[in-house]
């Protein structure tokens, strides 16, 4: 850490747990200089102390820290500033693409003459290796080992890689297979509220933060931790030193009174939570939440509403340290001093929230939680919430209007060689999954209790229907059984299947094939229900096109119903022993019941145990060989991890910027594509330019994997970017996947890039609004880059995926209000010039002119979306980790 200025007199001392530490101190800051900072949002004060311990008149400037207190005025800023988190989070599919990063940059500094045990991580990194396992099994008991068997015959070369990366690198932790979901390990385990450092003989104090290769980083937030998702290539540099820029953000509080209802459970209230946020419109914001509603909240829950930040469009969901905090930190087996350290630093910083606070906010939304109804949401955004009463009728009508199927709800088609049929609306797909709702054991043990009252009834899940149960940690397990309630989920199909993302991402596994066979052959609307965050079409499976977030007792409801068609609030899930119908709330367990079970069946030791040796991995993990020394050894035959060409002919001295010449359009999109969309994920199709580069390579294709499975490997990623199976190229109207049309042939996206980069013609692409939310960051980027796509001019775009495009040396632009592609009448087959961009600067205006496919031409004045200096030297440089790279060597 630099020495601080200390421009306004405010490093002290506390003692906290018998032991003195140094820290820098708001309140003392705001009597010396900075006048009504303690009126701030909790979580701008941590951005304030993060200023106030960096400040070296360089980076951070006196000017800088004022600004937060000008904030105050305003409510807002356009104020650039440098913060650093102090460590970054990530999973494997964007961690292994990191490392490689990592491990490329340490060639490239040989070649350029440099140390290469100079490349390493600055900051403390952990990775979780939990994207990787897939739903193969499911149902048995012995699904949970032979899903981590197939994940390491699978992933061996990757893992290999992490392994010889946890060796190499100095400050890189690797979280083996089969531990846990990283948000969830990160808010059991890794994040400590208040972080420590050794320095110069001092311990200095300061808030936990970070910033996470994952979305849903925000989760840290309900235990106070400042965090958010940023792509792999900002984490990169975050680790590699570099600050975050970022301007000082609005932050809109989110004001909850009330308490939940009986039978309410914590995914109904974040769903709500999730559709109010998203109407306010919150994308770049901080959300923070306050008021007494916060008091009838456990921290579980908290977590479980900061989590879904990127669902409801912020930059994070914070909530400010109070004695919940304190009481979850002991209860997961925190060190008691860091527990009292935790206390003492958030009282002296006034950041602890004892309530009555009213800090300033630039805007303000209020919710009564006893308001909150049973919801679930979709059937493809996280923020269209139904209420469950409703869900029956809402899927009717998404039956006309989104698939154009009126009156074929009672459609049903016999299944080959099965004892029953299938049919439109049926839940093919039933999870309990995902960070979001693994983590608060009051909808976990909710869900056991309504599997323990189903089979009670003598309800069964429909045959139809895929379940499975894939928890955030092994301590979920232990809490499970010691409750007696995994017997009961079991005894339905909710067996243990893994410990990761699954279905959520899209590694839900292939279904029966005669059920994939009957929906395909019979184009029938199939479902999902799953206990996750995302639903986006085309990520939970290829064959189910309607995807519905629920908490985990509805997803276990409704494996029991099978459809999506009935009204399981009035209908019956089915039958008893003796005949008579059984309705939902036959089985649903009171808030008493589940209070009482937790109360029983979760402890500390739990936690200590689970984590006392948590990187050490199972016999699998053990048995890896470690190979390589300071650069890594890439094996030419892997086709999991290839040394990417970000490099190549890179020289100390970048080439002067140039204009965009001449540029083809690849793609014309509609609003809304998501990172999902363009970024690879999920399965792999034979025929795809992935499929057959793999073929090529003697890959069979039952073992093709996942795209994010082969994030480290660039020749497979740039086949699959802007390849998803649902994305619509408005240059090939009604037509799904990813094409485009080139000399009036329509052809593969990759095959037709590739053709204009042999042939030295640049590429640009128009979309229209929010382009580029969801959560699959870096190689939405990369993928674009490696593409030879120069810039990308849109109505607006998502924060990170700009923020991305940039890092990779692609130039986002935005049309001016009211305006957008269609409006100036493009097709496709138009020419792009785009010229400034040898002199440019942030945010200026620049003209796109526009050669009609009749010769006339047209120029559109954009907004430049290069936002800030240090965005202004990576464009320069060539992208970020150029800039990084170079600045190592000459160190």
């Not at 589940?594 to 048995?623: C, P």
Request: glycine share 10%; charged share 25%; aromatic share 8%.
């Amino acid at each position: 850490m630099t020495q601080s200025l200390d421009s306004f007199k405010c490093k002290k001392t506390l003692t906290a747990g018998g032991k003195t530490y140094t820290y820098f101190s708001i309140p003392e800051a705001e009597k010396n200089g900075l006048e009504g900072v303690s009126r701030l949002p909790f979580s701008l004060k941590v951005v304030l102390e993060n200023l106030l311990r960096f400040e070296d008149g360089r980076t951070v400037t006196k000017a800088d820290i004022l600004a937060c207190a000008e904030w105050l005025k305003t409510r807002k800023s356009d104020h650039e500033i440098s913060y650093r988190p102090a460590r970054v989070l990530m999973q494997d599919f964007t961690g292994v693409p990191a490392v490689v990063d990592l491990a490329a940059m340490r060639d490239a500094a040989v070649k350029l003459g440099g140390d290469p045990e100079k490349v390493n991580p600055l900051v403390p990194v952990d990775l979780v290796i939990d994207h990787s396992v897939m739903i193969d099994y499911f149902g048995t008991k012995d699904a949970f080992r032979q899903n981590v068997e197939l994940e390491y015959e699978r992933n061996r070369e990757r893992y290999e890689f992490l392994r010889w990366g946890q060796s190499a690198f100095n400050n890189f932790r690797a979280v083996p297979p089969g531990t846990g979901i990283c948000h969830q390990v990160n808010l059991e385990y890794l994040a400590q509220t208040v972080w420590t450092r050794d320095e110069d003989g001092e311990t200095v104090a300061y808030p936990d933060t970070l910033v996470g290769t994952d979305s849903h980083t925000t989760m840290v937030n309900g235990l106070a931790v400042l965090g958010w998702g940023v792509g792999g290539i900002e984490a990169e540099a975050a680790m590699l030193g570099q600050p975050i820029s970022m301007l000082i953000p609005e932050v809109v509080g989110f004001k909850l009174t009330g308490k939940l209802n009986e039978g309410i459970t914590a995914t109904d209230l974040v769903l709500r939570v999730v559709e109010m946020l998203r109407q306010k419109g919150v994308v770049g914001k901080f959300v923070e939440f306050y008021g007494p509603g916060l008091d009838n909240l456990s921290l579980e829950d908290a977590a479980t509403i900061a989590n879904m930040a990127p669902e409801y469009g912020a930059t994070c969901g914070f909530f400010p340290v109070d004695k919940e905090t304190l009481k979850y930190l002991e209860a997961t087996g925190r060190d008691k001093d860091r527990v009292a350290l935790v206390a003492e630093y958030s009282k002296a910083q006034g950041m602890y929230r004892s309530g009555g606070e009213e800090p300033v906010f630039t805007d303000t939304l209020e919710l009564d939680i006893s308001t909150v109804v049973p919801s679930i949401s979709g059937p493809k955004r996280p923020q269209d919430r139904i209420n469950l009463a409703d869900a029956a009728a809402g899927f009717a009508k998404t039956m006309t209007d989104e698939f154009k199927k009126a009156g074929e709800l009672s459609k049903r088609v016999a299944v080959e060689g099965k004892d029953y049929d299938i049919g439109n609306g049926d839940v093919v797909i039933a999870a309990i999954t995902s960070c979001t709702n693994t983590s608060n054991p009051s909808v976990l043990i909710g869900a056991g209790l309504v599997a323990r009252n189903a089979l009670k009834k003598g309800l069964k899940v429909k045959p139809w229907v895929k379940t499975s149960l894939a928890p955030g940690s092994q301590v979920v397990t232990d809490y499970l059984e010691k409750a007696g309630v995994q017997d009961d989920l079991d005894a339905l199909g909710f067996t243990l299947a893994g410990y990761g993302c699954t279905t959520c991402i899209g590694n839900s596994g292939p279904l029966d094939p005669a059920i994939s066979k009957a929906v395909n052959d019979n184009d029938l609307i199939a479902c999902s229900v799953l206990s996750g965050n995302r639903n986006f079409e085309g990520r939970v499976n290829p064959d189910v096109r309607a995807n519905y977030l629920a908490s985990p007792p509805l997803v276990v409801a409704y494996a029991l119903a099978g459809n999506l068609n009935i009204n399981i609030t009035e209908d019956p899930l089915g039958e008893d022993q003796d005949g008579n119908p059984v309705y939902l709330k036959d089985i649903w367990p009171t808030t008493e019941e589940i209070t009482d079970l937790i109360r029983a069946s979760i402890n500390e030791e739990m936690f200590r145990t689970r984590y006392s040796d948590v990187f050490k991995g199972d016999e699998h993990w053990q048995g890896i060989k470690v190979e390589g020394g300071l650069t890594y050894s890439w094996p030419v035959s892997s086709t999991y991890v290839q040394n990417p060409p970000y490099f190549e002919g890179m020289t100390m001295e970048p080439k002067p910027l140039q204009d965009i010449e001449n540029a083809a359009v690849m793609g014309l999109f509609l609003d809304s594509i998501t990172t999902d969309h363009i970024s690879p994920a999920g399965s792999i199709k034979l025929d795809s330019p992935a499929g057959k580069y793999l073929s090529e390579h003697q890959v069979a294709q039952k073992d093709f994997n996942s795209y994010g499975s082969r994030r480290g490997n660039h020749e497979v990623m740039m086949r699959g970017t802007f390849a998803n199976i649902r994305i619509k190229n408005q240059m090939v109207p009604g037509v799904e996947g990813g094409v485009t049309m080139k000399d009036g042939k329509k052809e593969w996206i990759y095959d037709a890039c590739m053709e204009y980069k042999e042939a030295g013609v640049p590429l640009v692409i128009f979309a229209g609004k929010e382009y580029g939310t969801g959560s699959s960051r870096d190689w939405a980027a990369k993928g674009t880059n490696l593409l030879g796509v120069r810039a990308v001019i849109a109505q607006s775009f998502e924060r990170i995926h700009r923020s991305n495009l940039v890092g990779m040396g692609v130039i986002p632009l935005t049309f001016k209000e009211g305006e957008s592609w269609q409006s100036h009448n493009i097709t496709g087959k138009e020419r792009v010039t785009i010229k400034g961009i040898a002199d440019i600067q942030p945010r200026q205006m620049m003209d796109v002119e526009v050669t009609y496919e009749d010769g006339t031409t047209k120029t559109i004045e954009c907004l430049c979306r290069v936002d800030t200096l240090d965005e202004l030297e990576y464009i320069k440089a060539g992208g970020i980790l150029h800039y990084v790279l170079r600045n190592l060597v000459t160190s």
